[in-house]
């Protein structure tokens, strides 16, 4: 049985945790992790009864796959003592790291046989996208193996590595600046006199219903000029967007997350 270790589970690790946990139940793998406090270690203990390790190498030790969800910095500074005791050796690890690449992962860690994943947030609830490359030594075996279980976590795509950073900018940001537009519509309907729950009810109501508009007029544009009626209220909000060039500034926003995606490799 494929045994998974989960090395600094904190958000994005507890995501893998949960996800994984119905795959450990059903005896498919085996599923532990590891945290350096003793609070979160007896917490994630609680929550899923599983193995959770106080020891970072004990963990990788004991597992076939190592999947590292450490923010890079911790990485880097525990990668060189973990490089010279070898512990990567003949492992497999499935790093969500922004901006650790493969060589990255091979010069400080020690570590060879890598894949390299970005998911978006939606791991959380089992409804993520996950990007998806790996290193030369890695076949198309392990490919399937890990993409079946990656699977557990949302939809899986391949991706060349030097595309990483883009969709670290639009994917792996993106939850952030919808958070914000939503925010900010809550505020609005606050603004002109609603009540917050009512306010919310709406703007949520309109975050769920949209993939499925956005699918029957086949593109945003359409949908746009469905809800555009002449000289009704819609004119006038987008023309006050439009004339501030909200555009041009989300796509400048993911151009600075772009640009400190390729600063961080
Ligand atoms: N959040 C997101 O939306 C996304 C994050 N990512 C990537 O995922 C990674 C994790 O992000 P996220 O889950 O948000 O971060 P977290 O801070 O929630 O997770 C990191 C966890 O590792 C623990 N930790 C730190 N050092 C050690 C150590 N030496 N031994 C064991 N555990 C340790 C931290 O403990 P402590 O609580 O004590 O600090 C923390 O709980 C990052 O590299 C990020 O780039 C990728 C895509 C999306
Ligand atoms: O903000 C960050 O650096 C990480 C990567 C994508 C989401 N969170």
Redesign the pocket.
């Known amino acids: 049985m494929i045994k998974i270790g989960i090395?600094?589970?904190?958000?994005?690790?507890?995501?893998f945790l949960k996800g994984l946990k119905p795959l450990h139940e059903e005896g498919k793998i085996f599923v532990a992790a590891?945290?350096?406090?003793l609070e979160?270690r007896e917490e994630l203990g609680r929550k899923y009864s599983l193995k959770i390790f106080?020891s970072?190498d004990e963990l990788v030790q004991s597992s076939d796959i190592v999947v590292?969800?450490?923010?890079?910095d911790?990485?880097r500074?525990?990668a060189e003592s973990m490089k010279r005791k070898a512990l990567f050796k003949d492992k497999t690890v499935i790093?969500?790291?922004?901006?650790?690449t493969l060589n990255e992962l091979y010069e400080k860690g020690g570590i060879e046989r890598a894949f390299r994943?970005?998911?978006?947030?939606g791991?959380i609830n089992q409804n993520g996208l996950m990007a998806m490359c790996a290193s030369s030594l890695i076949q198309p075996q392990d490919w399937m193996d890990v993409e079946s279980i990656l699977s557990a976590l949302g939809d899986v795509v391949r991706l060349e590595e030097d595309k990483f950073a883009a969709f670290?900018a639009l994917?792996?940001?993106g939850?952030?600046y919808v958070a914000l537009l939503m925010e900010s519509l809550v505020d609005s309907g606050v603004t002109i006199g609603l009540s917050r729950s009512i306010s919310k009810k709406i703007v949520e109501h309109l975050f769920e219903s949209l993939v499925g508009l956005v699918e029957i007029y086949e593109h945003p544009v359409h949908l746009k000029e469905a809800v555009m009626s002449p000289n009704g209220t819609t004119a006038q909000g987008l023309l006050y967007l439009e004339s501030t060039g909200v555009k041009g500034n989300i796509i400048q926003a993911v151009i600075k997350a772009y640009q400190r995606a390729r600063e961080m490799e």
Do not use: D, W, Y
């Open positions: 090395l600094g589970a904190g958000r994005v690790g507890e995501a590891s945290h350096r406090r979160r106080s970072n590292i969800t450490l923010k890079p911790q990485f500074s525990l790093s969500v790291m922004a901006g650790i994943i970005m998911p978006t947030l791991v670290t994917g792996g940001s939850p952030a």
